[in-house]
């Protein structure tokens, strides 16, 4: 296929694209004329408006929520070592000599602490 047929036809596609998606505006244009006619839209537009307000307001929330909260699921668990507790086992895979450096860190404080 050379370039000059090529381009005709995507041409062509593009131009088909742009028909349906008009015909597709004017059917949605349409339909939302009959279901909401202009003499009544106002009122029925503010009525599912305020009907759906606290669903989107709990969407919006749950889907903030989702995102800015998420913690990390997966990863393989472990007992932590020296302690008494699950962690991710990536995080003392990592780095096992900081790990057991931090915790002789923490035991040291502790004892200096109580006494």
Partial sequence: MDPESAKSCVLEK????W???TSF???VSRVFDEKFPP???DEKIHGWLKASTPWLIAGSAVLL???CCRRR???RMMKAPGQDFRMLRDDFERSPRSYFGDLRAKKKKRSQLLG
């Fill in 19 to 21: 028909m349906l998606l």
């Fill in 73 to 75: 699921r997966g990863g």
């Fill in 39 to 41: 003499e009544t839209r």
């Fill in 65 to 67: 929520l989702s995102c």
């Fill in 25 to 27: 505006a004017a059917y």
């Fill in 14 to 17: 593009l131009k088909e694209l």
